[in-house]
C-alpha cells in the first residue's frame, strides 16, 4: 500500500520559516518523481515545486523562487521542503505527490499527472 504522509506545518509569523518532510512508503522511491502542491481555501490546488528521481533537476512556481527549496533524500524516502521568508499568502494545505518517473530527469508540474498524493499538512502564516 503506497503511503505518503506529510508533517512540518504550523503557525508561523510573517517572515519566519518552516521545513516539510514527507516520508513515502509502499513504493520504489527512487523511481518516483515527487512534487509538492498547495491549496487555499476556495482557490485550486497549484504547483509549488518539483523534483527529478535524482534531485538533480528542480523546478518552483514563479511565487516561491529564492524562498523555497525542494530537495530529498532517497535513502530515507523522503521528499523534503524548506520554506523561507514565509508571507500570508503561502497559507495553505500543502501536499506532496508522486508518480513514477519516464527519465532520469522527468520534472512533473501539474496536478494530474501525479497518481499518488499525501493528506497534507496545514502551513498557516500570520501577519
Known amino acids: 500500500q503506497v503511503q505518503l504522509v506529510e508533517s512540518g506545518g504550523g503557525l508561523v509569523q510573517a517572515g519566519g520559516s518552516l521545513r516539510l518532510s514527507c516520508a513515502v512508503s509502499g513504493l520504489t522511491f527512487r523511481r518516483y518523481a515527487m512534487g509538492w502542491f498547495r491549496q487555499a481555501p476556495g482557490k485550486e490546488r497549484e504547483f509549488v515545486a518539483a523534483?527529478?528521481?535524482?534531485?538533480?533537476?528542480?523546478d518552483y512556481a514563479d511565487s516561491v523562487k529564492g524562498r523555497f527549496t525542494i530537495s530529498r533524500d532517497n535513502a530515507k524516502n523522503t521528499v523534503y521542503l524548506q520554506m523561507n521568508s514565509l508571507k500570508p499568502e503561502d497559507t495553505a494545505v500543502y501536499y506532496c505527490a508522486a508518480d513514477l518517473a519516464s527519465a532520469a530527469q522527468d520534472i512533473r508540474i501539474t496536478p494530474r499527472t501525479y497518481e499518488h498524493w499525501g493528506q497534507g499538512t496545514q502551513v498557516t502564516v500570520s501577519s
Open positions: 523534483i527529478s528521481t535524482s534531485g538533480g533537476s528542480t
